[in-house]
């Protein structure tokens, strides 16, 4: 065959119309062999080529008349010492770690393991029948007008959603196209999200990955897709298409759909681990590469991986070739894809310098020194599989975080717990104790329930978790569930307790969209979705995970209500602040009063008890602006009752004429407003929130009787 030196940049396969140019980075390699194979089901590969260039670290080589399709794997060559980080083993074919898409995709067999029992002894079977190959593409594609919608962080709205599960069942989708990327891009899934009022959805992982053999052989698959084998190539299991060039075609036609409707695409990406598991595990790509430099090794002993993630390895990102592969595939999905931000998963495990999580680590500076990735969206699970990762509030700017303290204030305290009120005032007024030293509200992703987990439905109707199907004795999971169920566990309740199923439902609805920060969905928990108490559902592929769609009319009412809130938060401004809430004099903009009427002090914060309490939002004091505008807003009650009984709440006073407008109220979702005097006493129902606007007088202010008698106490007291 006829090649040619090629060049050692950028690394991966690249057709040119004339042929593709291969390089791979294999810094401590003795010799680099590409492997072109005729089809998926080949034994064997067609050709065999020696790639003799090097560039430093890189091994390259072009091969004239190559075209799109063609399916390789590489034989990188050189010292197998486990003990010194080493594993290279020349009978394995190994996948590109740059592969655009795969052309023969992952199948367990016992070939593709280099080693026996302890790991550490060569087993040389070839694996060129079963490895996992790469395919080269043209990534042509036309884009036409295509502009991301550039959605400001404090406008913005996430649903969070599996591309399968999302569409699988939907009978408004073309069957062919159900759990597809083009289902996801259908007019019928555009219109739901369009509908609720969402803007950006959050993609579980995308990136091609494989089954964990364990599961494998329980007759489950890893659907949820946190098993990264390649982190350029679009899955394959997502596409209605077949050939692998057209499943990244197909990717792109969804990604240019759900931007021309005005959503944003954000990635769940895993760079964290990879399938190749611990030192047992197969030898399929980075492991046969360079193993000492795409892994964390453990110091005094090589032969064995460190696992902050829990499985099995972690990428090493302090070295260049792993930090770089890492940047690289987060810019081709920005540049080549068109997407519009990441949610790095365990992000802690990659923002370790040596060993512990460390804010000026090499991973965080060479993101923040790139134009293209720090003008996207940048969202951080703040922790990874151990106690030291728990790194929520110590991300650096620009980047956003799950905030997992929210969640768990916010269940705990529509649980009923004592003692809640401080943190769930902290929580909703944006976390400022995490991140006003250096960020803005929009660093807090605020979220009740997510992927993992219990889904919303049956966070209030299951205290234990229920994951027997999954095949591990119920042992796996999250056990600390914060969840709250009445007593009755599962569908058979009778109607009382199903009501109030439902309004704590809208209860944590209720909260999470009239909260400062970012709000995060989980999809289909606007339709009570339920994984029958399954709390770790990964390993489901079928109805049990998926959205349904042909829901019960408490299902339907639950959406109207979602969709409600979100119209709600996106009308005022008070509820989506740029800056933090300031409740200190002049600018006072929020006050924190007590259902008797007062504001809460001291006293009143420390007393355990107390399980009800009203959030004043003064739309007229807020002091910052929007695209150069100045903000103003009506002003907002925000009144939150824990209490298992009936609060009467004594309302602020307003200017003389002036009314009270009830827009919500999760103990009678039918009524959607009326008016309330001021001065009046609203019963709040037990285990309710309601939310009021007040409107400003002519002059543009609102006077609630605070500065017009001494003290409010003296109003209501």
Same mark, same amino acid.
């Given at each position: 065959?006829?090649?040619?030196?090629?060049?050692?940049?950028?690394?991966? @396969?690249?057709?040119?119309?004339?042929?593709?140019?291969?390089?791979?980075?294999?810094?401590?390699?003795?010799?680099?062999?590409?492997?072109?194979?005729?089809?998926?089901?080949?034994? /064997?590969?067609?050709?065999? =080529?020696?790639?003799?260039?090097?560039?430093?670290?890189?091994?390259?080589?072009?091969?004239?008349?190559?075209?799109?399709?063609?399916?390789?794997?590489?034989?990188?060559?050189?010292?197998?010492?486990?003990?010194?980080?080493?594993?290279?083993?020349?009978?394995?074919?190994?996948?590109?770690?740059?592969?655009?898409?795969?052309?023969?995709?992952?199948?367990?067999?016992?070939?593709?393991?280099?080693?026996?029992?302890?790991?550490?002894?060569?087993?040389?079977?070839?694996?060129?029948?079963?490895?996992?190959?790469?395919?080269?593409?043209?990534?042509?594609?036309?884009?036409?007008?295509?502009?991301?919608?550039?959605?400001?962080?404090?406008?913005?709205?996430?649903?969070?959603?599996?591309?399968?599960?999302?569409?699988?069942?939907?009978?408004?989708?073309?069957?062919?196209?159900?759990?597809?990327?083009?289902?996801?891009?259908?007019?019928?899934?555009? @219109?739901?999200?369009?509908?609720?009022?969402?803007?950006?959805?959050?993609?579980?992982?995308?990136?091609?990955?494989?089954?964990?053999?364990?599961?494998?052989?329980?007759?489950?698959?890893?659907?949820?897709?946190?098993?990264?084998?390649?982190?350029?190539?679009?899955?394959?299991?997502?596409?209605?298409?077949?050939?692998?060039?057209?499943?990244?075609?197909?990717?792109?036609?969804?990604?240019?759909?759900?931007?021309?409707?005005?959503?944003?695409?954000?990635?769940?990406?895993?760079?964290?681990?990879?399938?190749?598991?611990?030192?047992?595990?197969?030898?399929?790509?980075?492991?046969?590469?360079?193993?000492?430099?795409?892994?964390?090794?453990?110091?005094?002993?090589?032969?064995?991986?460190?696992?902050?993630?829990?499985?099995?390895?972690?990428?090493?990102?302090?070295?260049?070739?792993?930090?770089?592969?890492?940047?690289?595939?987060?810019?081709?999905?920005?540049?080549?894809?068109?997407?519009?931000?990441?949610?790095?998963?365990?992000?802690?495990?990659?923002?370790?310098?040596?060993?512990?999580?460390?804010?000026?680590?090499?991973?965080?500076?060479?993101?923040?020194?790139?134009?293209?990735?720090?003008?996207?969206?940048?969202?951080?699970?703040?922790?990874?599989?151990?106690?030291?990762?728990?790194?929520?509030?110590?991300?650096?700017?620009?980047?956003?975080?799950?905030?997992?303290?929210?969640?768990?204030?916010? /269940?705990?305290?529509? /649980?009923?717990?004592?003692?809640?009120?401080?943190?769930?005032?902290?929580?909703?007024?944006?976390?400022?104790?995490?991140?006003?030293?250096?960020?803005?509200?929009?660093?807090?992703?605020?979220?009740?329930?997510?992927?993992?987990?219990?889904?919303?439905?049956?966070?209030?109707?299951?205290?234990?978790?229920?994951?027997?199907?999954?095949?591990?004795?119920?042992?796996?999971?999250?056990?600390?569930?914060?969840?709250?169920?009445?007593?009755?566990?599962?569908?058979?309740?009778?109607?009382?307790?199903?009501?109030?199923?439902?309004?704590?439902?809208?209860?944590?609805?209720?909260?999470?969209?009239?909260?400062?920060?970012?709000?995060?969905?989980?999809?289909?928990?606007? =339709?009570?979705?339920?994984?029958?108490?399954?709390?770790?559902?990964?390993?489901?592929?079928?109805?049990?995970?998926?959205?349904?769609?042909?829901?019960?009319?408490?299902?339907?009412?639950?959406?109207?209500?979602?969709?409600?809130?979100?119209?709600?938060?996106?009308?005022?401004?008070?509820?989506?602040?740029?800056?933090?809430?300031?409740?200190?004099?002049?600018?006072?903009?929020?006050?924190?009063?007590?259902?008797?009427?007062?504001?809460?002090?001291?006293?009143?914060?420390?007393?355990?008890?107390?399980?009800?309490?009203?959030?004043?939002?003064?739309?007229? @004091?807020?002091?910052?602006?929007?695209?150069?505008?100045?903000?103003?807003?009506?002003?907002?009650?925000?009144?939150?009752?824990?209490?298992?009984?009936?609060?009467?709440?004594?309302?602020?006073?307003?200017?003389?004429?002036?009314?009270?407008?009830?827009?919500?109220?999760?103990?009678?979702?039918?009524?959607?407003?009326?008016?309330?005097?001021?001065?009046?006493?609203?019963?709040?129902?037990?285990?309710?929130?309601?939310?009021?606007?007040?409107?400003?007088?002519?002059?543009?202010?609102?006077?609630?009787?605070?500065?017009?008698?001494?003290?409010?106490?003296? =109003?209501?007291?």
């Amino acid at each position: 065959m006829t090649t040619a030196p090629g060049r050692p940049a950028p690394l991966g @396969a690249h057709w040119d119309g004339a042929g593709v140019n291969f390089a791979i980075a294999a810094p401590s390699a003795t010799r680099v062999d590409l492997c072109l194979f005729e089809a998926p089901e080949a034994e /064997r590969a067609r050709d065999t =080529v020696e790639v003799a260039a090097r560039a430093g670290d890189v091994w390259h080589v072009y091969l004239p008349g190559v075209a799109p399709g063609q399916l390789y794997g590489y034989r990188v060559h050189g010292p197998r010492n486990p003990d010194d980080g080493q594993r290279f083993d020349a009978s394995k074919i190994l996948l590109d770690p740059y592969a655009a898409a795969i052309g023969r995709p992952f199948r367990w067999h016992p070939s593709l393991f280099s080693r026996d029992g302890d790991g550490d002894r060569l087993a040389p079977i070839d694996s060129a029948p079963f490895a996992p190959l790469a395919a080269v593409i043209d990534p042509a594609f036309d884009w036409g007008g295509d502009r991301p919608p550039r959605t400001p962080w404090h406008e913005t709205t996430i649903y969070e959603l599996h591309v399968k599960g999302f569409t699988a069942l939907h009978a408004g989708v073309d069957p062919a196209l159900r759990g597809t990327y083009l289902g996801l891009a259908s007019d019928a899934a555009i @219109a739901h999200l369009l509908a609720l009022g969402v803007t950006a959805v959050e993609l579980l992982p995308v990136h091609a990955h494989a089954d964990e053999e364990s599961l494998v052989g329980r007759g489950l698959t890893n659907y949820w897709g946190y098993n990264t084998l390649a982190c350029f190539a679009p899955s394959a299991r997502l596409a209605a298409a077949r050939r692998p060039g057209d499943v990244v075609r197909e990717f792109k036609t969804m990604v240019k759909r759900l931007h021309a409707a005005g959503l944003e695409v954000i990635l769940d990406v895993v760079y964290n681990h990879t399938a190749e598991g611990d030192h047992t595990g197969p030898t399929v790509s980075w492991r046969g590469i360079d193993n000492a430099s795409y892994y964390r090794l453990q110091p005094d002993r090589r032969a064995r991986y460190q696992d902050f993630t829990g499985c099995g390895n972690t990428v090493n990102s302090t070295a260049a070739i792993a930090r770089q592969m890492i940047l690289d595939s987060l810019r081709y999905w920005v540049i080549e894809m068109h997407v519009d931000g990441f949610r790095f998963d365990l992000a802690s495990a990659l923002a370790r310098g040596r060993d512990a999580f460390d804010r000026a680590s090499p991973f965080f500076a060479a993101i923040a020194d790139d134009p293209v990735l720090t003008a996207v969206k940048l969202i951080a699970e703040p922790w990874d599989a151990t106690g030291s990762g728990y790194q929520v509030g110590n991300f650096p700017p620009p980047w956003s975080e799950w905030n997992g303290r929210y969640r768990d204030a916010v /269940r705990r305290f529509w /649980r009923g717990d004592r003692g809640m009120l401080p943190e769930l005032a902290t929580r909703i007024a944006g976390s400022s104790d995490l991140y006003a030293d250096d960020r803005l509200p929009s660093a807090s992703i605020n979220f009740v329930t997510s992927h993992d987990g219990f889904t919303l439905a049956d966070l209030v109707a299951y205290e234990q978790k229920h994951n027997l199907a999954n095949g591990e004795d119920n042992r796996d999971g999250e056990s600390n569930n914060l969840s709250w169920n009445c007593g009755v566990e599962g569908p058979t309740a009778d109607r009382a307790i199903l009501d109030l199923r439902e309004r704590q439902q809208r209860n944590f609805i209720a909260t999470l969209f009239v909260s400062q920060g970012v709000p995060m969905l989980s999809g289909g928990d606007e =339709v009570g979705r339920t994984q029958q108490g399954n709390n770790n559902a990964y390993c489901h592929d079928s109805p049990l995970s998926w959205t349904p769609w042909d829901v019960a009319e408490s299902a339907r009412r639950l959406h109207a209500f979602v969709a409600r809130l979100i119209a709600l938060r996106r009308a005022h401004p008070a509820l989506r602040r740029q800056t933090f809430l300031n409740g200190e004099a002049p600018l006072r903009d929020v006050r924190w009063l007590r259902p008797e009427g007062g504001e809460f002090n001291g006293d009143h914060w420390d007393d355990g008890d107390r399980q009800t309490i009203g959030v004043l939002l003064d739309g007229t @004091a807020i002091s910052e602006t929007d695209r150069g505008m100045p903000v103003t807003d009506d002003s907002l009650l925000l009144l939150f009752n824990a209490a298992a009984d009936d609060v009467p709440f004594a309302l602020p006073l307003l200017a003389p004429g002036s009314t009270w407008t009830l827009v919500v109220d999760t103990a009678h979702p039918e009524v959607e407003s009326y008016a309330v005097p001021a001065a009046a006493t609203l019963t709040l129902v037990a285990r309710s929130v309601a939310v009021l606007i007040g409107k400003p007088d002519k002059t543009g202010t609102i006077d609630y009787g605070f500065d017009r008698v001494d003290g409010y106490d003296q =109003v209501r007291g």
